[in-house]
């Protein structure tokens, strides 16, 4: 029957027992001889061009790992960057008028006290001291800044009523 599909009613032998026939030492002590048509290994070049493409392509990997990390940070600077442009942190403000008697620099340094603002590029020209004193209008220019770069809006509004409680005149708000 079927003895000629087996192969010459020969046992079925299992691969695992192949090999443990094969690894099996002799009686002499000696591995024997084995077929190497059946299994073979691969040649030793071969092995180190796979493990050196593997070593390629997991530098390669790395690298692509961090490209990635490196544009997501990028995209995420310039979002910020679109934020903060949005924003006005600093403003250029030109005040007319009579400073003297009014003591409109306490007034204005009250304002920024314990405040992440700050007057700066401050700038008070008087045609003369006694001229000042006498009720001769000056002209005064100073910028306000955020320290934390913040928006300044609610902050100009101050300085603005400010401007309004000392009966000065304000010519010109504008970006720094």
Known sequence: GKAHL?????PRRWPSQALAEAFTPTE???LPKYNCSTISFPDRDLIWKLEREHKIFKVVRQEAKEKMARQEALKA???AEDQVAG????ARIEVAGEFGEKRFLIQLEDLIKDRPYDIVHMRLEV???????????????FETTSTE????Q???QEVRDLVRRNSLVLIR????
């Open 6 to 10: 087996r192969g010459l009613n020969r």
């Open 173 to 176: 708000e504008s970006n720094a």
């Open 77 to 79: 600077r310039a979002a």
């Open 127 to 141: 045609p003369t001291i006694k001229g000042a004193m006498e009720h001769a209008p000056s002209f005064m220019s």
């Open 149 to 152: 770069q913040e928006d300044i």
């Open 28 to 30: 002499t002590g000696h």
């Open 154 to 156: 609610a902050f100009l």
């Open 87 to 90: 924003t006005k942190t600093r």
